[in-house]
């Protein structure tokens, strides 16, 4: 094969990587940015605990300032004392959805597909663009 023939079919294979690989993956990255700020979005509030006649837990404020209470097994939380203070992450629409540890963003796999999409289809973009140049 000659230099000619290469730089030939190169063409039309870079337009179609760039025609197949960039909208879509633009699309999966508008799409986790969307999940994550309208879909999936954690607030992260100061939850204290608390022990009295109703049992043990955590309290904490709500972004609207309301009180919530997670009544919990002192199994549960054996390792801490009243009053001590952790971080609780609860979904501001539902706060009754709680959990302790800190949330994995919505969508990990959506966005690392959508960079490596986008990528691939700007660098087909580039090269298709400087390719008849040579």
Known sequence: MTMSTVLDMAGPILEML???????GLVLLVYTGILR???NPWVVAEGVVYSD???TGFRW???KYRIH????SPHDIKDM?????LPIYYHPKRPTQWQTAA???AG????????LLTGVGTLALIVGFFLPMF
């Open 61 to 63: 404020f709500d972004h």
């Open 37 to 39: 700020r309208f879909v």
């Open 103 to 105: 949330p994995e963003p």
């Open 69 to 72: 209470h997670a009544p919990m």
């Open 81 to 85: 004392a009243v009053g001590d203070t």
């Open 53 to 55: 006649a109703t049992g």
């Open 108 to 115: 990990r796999t959506a966005v690392v597909v959508g960079r």
């Open 18 to 24: 760039t025609w197949l690989c960039l909208p879509i």
